[in-house]
């Protein structure tokens, strides 16, 4: 599915499923992208062809720069912000329900929601430069809909350390020892071969055994289509701040520069 700017394509082989999106503002998620994304996933999710699925982004820099700054300038009242922050709680949605194992291929920085789809994943693969940060809080809004994915793979002090000082990177060093990288490299090459080896091995796995296991996985979620709803409008209302108009357009301004 291509747009004006971005895509989010997929293709089937041998059992293992590979998703991958772009947007040329490093990787971004608009709401055309996210929608997209969880329908690809929902649709695969289904599709007795595949075994495994591997969730990647196109490039070899950031592998997600979470929100659309120009979407979120662009909302104009509450129930547009919720409309759209919603994107992201279906994506994560998606994963979770999803009966395949999910696969993450990270080979760069990850900000906001980006994070979250990482989390999301069941087993996420990353090279040594795939940094993380939850910036929401500094622009007044907070990581709402993507912190219960979050705080799920990396418990609630991890959570807090991402969200409270939202200006700082974490490394794929402190990912890996927090638990939301399972296996990190040098190179892309390096995250590719495992990724590839993973996936093969999975693909020729149990398709009842794998469903069960994620199911045991994501046990104690299943509230999370009320949640993350909840949680999209707390993120929809807070969007319309003088706060978080002012700072996304500091920000935007010093990126121009």
Same mark, same amino acid.
Do not use: M
């Given at each position: 599915m291509r747009h004006t700017e971005g895509y989010v394509n997929h293709e089937i082989d041998h059992g293992i499923a590979t998703?991958? =999106?772009?947007?040329?503002?490093?990787n971004s998620l608009?709401?055309?992208? &996210?929608?997209?994304?969880?329908?690809?996933?929902?649709d695969i999710g289904i599709d007795n062809?595949?075994?495994v699925i591997i969730l990647r982004s196109a490039g070899d820099k950031a592998f997600c720069a979470g929100a659309s700054f120009d979407e979120l300038m662009a909302i104009t009242n509450e129930a547009e912000g919720?409309?759209?922050?919603?994107? =992201?709680a279906n994506v994560i949605n998606a994963m979770r329900k999803c009966h395949? &194992?999910?696969i993450g291929r990270v080979q760069g920085k990850a900000v906001g929601g980006g994070v979250g789809l990482i989390a999301a994943t069941d087993y996420a693969i990353a090279t040594t430069e795939s940094s993380v940060k939850l910036s929401e809080l500094a622009i007044g809004i907070g990581p709402f809909v993507v912190g219960p994915a979050v705080e799920r793979k990396i418990g609630v002090s991890g959570l807090s350390q991402l969200a409270i000082d939202a200006t700082e990177w974490r490394s794929a060093e402190w990912c890996k020892r927090h638990g939301l990288y399972a296996e990190m490299y040098n190179t892309i090459l390096?995250?590719?071969d495992a990724v590839h080896t993973l996936a093969e091995k999975l693909a020729h796995s149990s398709p009842l055994a794998m469903a069960q296991l994620k199911k045991t996985f994501w046990q104690g979620t299943e509230n999370w289509d009320t949640l993350l709803s909840e949680r999209a409008a707390i993120s929809g209302q807070l969007v319309l701040s003088d706060f978080t108009r002012n700072a996304?357009?500091?920000?935007?301004?010093k990126s121009a520069k």
């Open positions: 998703i991958e =999106f772009f947007h040329p503002a490093s608009p709401a055309a992208i &996210l929608n997209d994304l969880a329908k690809t996933i929902n062809r595949v075994k919720k409309k759209f922050f919603s994107g =992201f395949k &194992l999910i390096g995250v590719d996304i357009n500091s920000f935007k301004a």
